[in-house]
């Protein structure tokens, strides 16, 4: 499988020039639902490198059920520690969850390539836009091809919406999402020697 797990081939480059203006934006800007802890389960991602502490995603199986048990049952197992954030495109997105690929001290020329060894999850898009804090699985050019790698946004990027499928929002440690290590803009974000999740825990 070839790198395409993050976004459909037409974005790319021009991302981290667009988002700059996003991320203005977005620095003072937070959506409603994003501000607000819902009923959960919760993951709580301890994250090392050069961000360091906890963020909190409150995920919301009403918008995802299949995805959200997906992600819940990868971070119960454990598959999740130790994953790097492979692809961060400031102003953008972070994305991280490469189980097979993404594994920190081990190669990651492959990283964001690959998947679980779970079966890939049906589409559940929603009408939940994409804001500041929100997090979306990332998918290949098929719109059932989700299966573990998931981004949260930095800044607003409506021109995504309707596209991927809303799994949650931060509710904690957004400052911890900003600190992550930024990619190579020319690489369309692809970071060397990128910041981890350490351990991803899920709190109901």
Request: net charge negative; aromatic share 8%.
């Amino acid at each position: 499988m070839s790198d395409t797990r993050v976004f459909l081939g037409a974005m790319g480059a021009g991302l981290a020039a667009i988002g700059v203006a996003w991320f203005i934006y977005g620095q003072s800007t937070q959506s409603a639902l994003a501000a607000e802890d819902g009923p959960g389960p919760n993951l709580v991602i301890e994250v090392a490198g050069e961000a360091n502490g906890t963020i909190v995603i409150d995920l919301l199986p009403d918008q995802a059920p299949k995805h959200v048990a997906q992600i819940t049952e990868l971070a119960r197992t454990g598959a999740y520690d130790n994953v790097v954030f492979h692809r961060v495109i400031d102003g953008f997105m972070a994305q991280t969850g490469d189980v097979a690929n993404g594994k920190f001290g081990g190669d990651l020329s492959l990283a964001g390539s690959g998947a679980s060894e779970l079966p890939d999850i049906p589409a559940e898009f929603s009408d939940v836009p994409f804001m500041r804090g929100i997090v979306r699985m990332a998918r290949s050019n098929s719109p059932d091809s989700a299966n573990s790698q998931f981004f949260i946004m930095f800044a607003p990027g409506e021109f995504l919406n309707g596209q991927y499928t809303v799994v949650g929002h931060v509710v904690s440690g957004m400052e911890v999402v900003d600190q992550i290590k930024k990619g190579d803009p020319d690489a369309n974000g692809a970071v060397v020697e990128p910041d981890r999740m350490v351990t991803v825990k899920v709190q109901e």
